[in-house]
């Protein structure tokens, strides 16, 4: 490969990566800054007052994380922004807090407090409603649900994860067995089917178990199909039931398996993506361990049974295992012992990703007066990748076919992480190429420094002022830090283009900078924990 | 010439004198022309400070106008954090360009050898 395809080819990737959703909007709406209206009628003022209002409640939330990174504000607003409306409504990783907010208030924690509320069906008032005694009503609901006290309740819900295993481990499994009605529901079964949902549920519940019993008398030990129907129909409105529903359609929609509405019914689109994680998970695990569809669901004179103590213990809990950080890493060791055909392959079936993504206007929406979002997160989803990485080298065109909600998930999370590292690598050329100069201005006000690469500094200044001088020195602080980032950025993508010598091994060359990108973040994170560089909040 | 070329050429301009570190502030009307080049107005009051700094046997030398110093304590004070940090930046910069400029001469040596270039 010639050096300037090297760099140039590396300008055109970042050209061709895809373009970011309207991702801040679907958040501020989820946090009640914007009304539930289709994303697209709001103006640009009114999506700027909306950040305003939310950078505000983040400021006054004192988020260790944040404060940490107020100062990037200053260059560049929009990552930041979506980094904390994501982190905000993350329930991967989300927010813990170390007490509730005060009455009345309806400040960022609210927020966080309510959505997470809503979405679990326990709240139907706005999000930024105060947080009052409905509020409390709600949490005292969690807090039963979780049998620990409100505060704890809802940090659990900080970790979707988290919070399902707690209540596996601590509820009994019969909890976990659920009945739902829906005229959607298709009523034929065949008996073989009954007895492979009934074998399953033997092995999972007590002997003693009340619901076992119920069940054998109510729909295995009838004759002619003469099912007792008022049994399912109490079970069906059993409330710590219709939170594990809800809790399950939650997981699905973080997986991007569901994207109908969050509102703990269940018709086809839930069905449906009950049966698609029975497809993900036979990619995912050995023969013997596959969660099997007959053993999971069952159809019943117009209810469905599922177990979902099954369901969540099998394909939601056991089988994740590691970290999802090491997924990039495990795609780079794969793609270096693969042979050339399946690289070329690999690069195609991404490249094919990469313009279905571009093609597909993934944008949160209202339908039928239901606001569809979709999750961000990525925790969880890179997690379960790294469980069949390797059929991501040989089979990634057949499981874009088979599970395009999810793959799409890992890529998207897989292109941001490209698009920032090519970036960073952009900010480090353009500072060896020239004079790095860093402009504040403030009406007639002007404070510019210009850098060079052996730190010889020409400051230029007209009618200078406290503020200004004070803005720009924390802009300059933060440049440099970011400086840094930059550089190593370029030092290590460069190296790796010492080995890119083809064509061919440009899809291990993109891996790489994801690798490093990561690699290097993690250090940076690392380092400004330790150094507990002192922040200060800008108005601009 | 190559863009690989082109970098190694400006790095080795931008880093002429890295044991003389200067640190210059200056306050007058600014100008921007055409091309977004932004200079003092030659005619404007030009206050300021300046501080040249021997890396290698230390000598500092610092300029400052009265009225700078008087008027200006805050760019006083930035102007001095400047120069706290030029030995720090100086330090990283060369760690990192070593680095870059290795790979870079790897690229180079990589691609006389394979005749791509």
Redesign the interface.
């Known amino acids: 490969m010639e050096d300037n395809q090297l760099i140039d080819r590396l300008e055109n990737e970042y050209q061709s990566l895809p373009d970011e959703t309207d991702e801040i909007v679907q958040h501020l709406i989820e946090l009640g800054y914007l009304p539930q209206l289709n994303p697209e009628v709001f103006t640009d003022i009114q999506i700027s007052v909306a950040e305003e209002a939310f950078i505000a409640d983040l400021k006054q939330a004192d988020f260790e994380d944040f404060k940490r990174d107020a100062l990037a504000l200053l260059f560049d607003r929009r990552s930041v922004l979506l980094k904390y409306s994501r982190k905000a409504t993350d329930i991967d990783e989300g927010y813990v807090f170390e007490n509730l907010p005060m009455p009345g208030s309806t400040g960022m924690i609210a927020r966080i407090i309510h959505y997470r509320l809503e979405l679990f069906g326990l709240w139907s008032l706005p999000i930024h409603a105060p947080y009052g005694k409905i509020t409390a009503r709600a949490l005292k609901q969690l807090a039963l649900y979780c049998e620990m006290d409100e505060l704890s309740a809802i940090n659990q819900t900080a970790d979707i994860e988290g919070i399902s295993r707690m209540l596996i481990e601590t509820r009994p499994n019969e909890d976990f067995i659920l009945t739902f009605s829906s005229a959607q529901i298709d009523k034929k079964y065949k008996r073989k089917e009954l007895n492979s949902f009934y074998g399953r549920l033997k092995n999972d519940l007590p002997t003693d178990s009340a619901f076992l019993k119920k069940f054998e008398k109510n729909v295995i030990d009838v004759k002619k199909r003469h099912f007792n129907s008022g049994f399912l129909s109490v079970e069906s409105q059993d409330d710590f039931k219709n939170f594990v529903i809800r809790l399950i359609q939650v997981h699905q929609w973080q997986e991007g398996l569901y994207d109908g509405n969050l509102d703990g019914k269940v018709g086809d689109v839930s069905i449906q993506s009950l049966r698609d994680a029975v497809e993900l998970d036979r990619e995912n695990t050995g023969k013997k361990e596959r969660l099997k569809e007959k053993e999971l669901l069952l159809f019943v004179d117009g209810y469905c049974l599922l177990n979902g103590y099954y369901f969540l213990r099998k394909y939601m809990l056991e089988s994740e295992e590691g970290s999802g950080t090491k997924l990039w890493e495990a795609i780079d060791e794969q793609l270096s012992r693969a042979d050339q055909e399946e690289r070329q392959t690999y690069l195609q079936n991404v490249e094919e990703i990469k313009k279905r993504l571009r093609a597909e206007t993934e944008k949160a929406k209202v339908v039928n007066g239901f606001f569809r979002r979709i999750y961000c997160g990525i925790k969880k989803v890179l997690k379960r990748a790294l469980n069949f990485v390797k059929k991501f080298i040989k089979d990634l065109g057949r499981l874009i076919k088979k599970a395009w909600g999810f793959i799409k998930r890992v890529f998207k999370a897989f292109f941001e992480d490209l698009k920032m590292g090519i970036k960073a690598f952009v900010e480090g050329v353009k500072f060896l190429f020239g004079r790095k100069e860093i402009i504040t201005t403030e009406g007639n006000s002007f404070l510019i420094s210009k850098f060079q690469l052996d730190a010889d500094c020409l400051n230029l200044c007209q009618d200078p002022n406290s503020v200004l001088v004070q803005n720009h020195s924390n802009k300059t602080r933060y440049q440099f830090a970011a400086m840094n980032f930059s550089l190593r950025m370029v030092v290590e993508i460069l190296n790796i283009f010492i080995k890119a010598v083809s064509v061919m091994l440009w899809p291990l060359l993109l891996i790489q900078i994801v690798k490093v990108f990561k690699r290097i973040s993690e250090e940076f994170k690392k380092l400004k924990s330790s150094v507990n560089l002192t922040t200060q909040t800008i108005v601009t | 010439m190559?863009?690989?070329d082109d970098?190694l050429n400006?790095?080795s301009e931008?880093?002429?004198?890295?044991t003389v570190?200067?640190?210059?502030?200056?306050?007058?009307?600014?100008d921007i022309d055409e091309n977004g080049k932004?200079?003092?107005q030659a005619s404007s009051n030009i206050d300021g400070m300046t501080s040249k700094i021997d890396l290698i046997d230390g000598d500092i030398t610092t300029n400052i106008s009265t009225n700078f110093y008087e008027k200006?304590p805050?760019?006083v004070?930035?102007?001095q954090?400047?120069e706290a940090?030029?030995?720090d930046?100086?330090e990283?910069?060369m760690s990192?360009?070593t680095?870059?400029v290795g790979?870079?001469t790897?690229?180079?040596k990589?691609?006389d050898s394979?005749g791509?270039?």
């Open positions: 190559s863009k690989i970098i400006r790095l931008g880093i002429k004198d890295i570190l200067n640190i210059n502030t200056v306050m007058g009307q600014l932004i200079t003092l200006y805050e760019l004070q930035f102007h954090s400047r940090k030029g030995g930046i100086i990283a910069n990192a360009l680095s870059i790979a870079l790897g690229i180079n990589l691609l394979s791509d270039s």
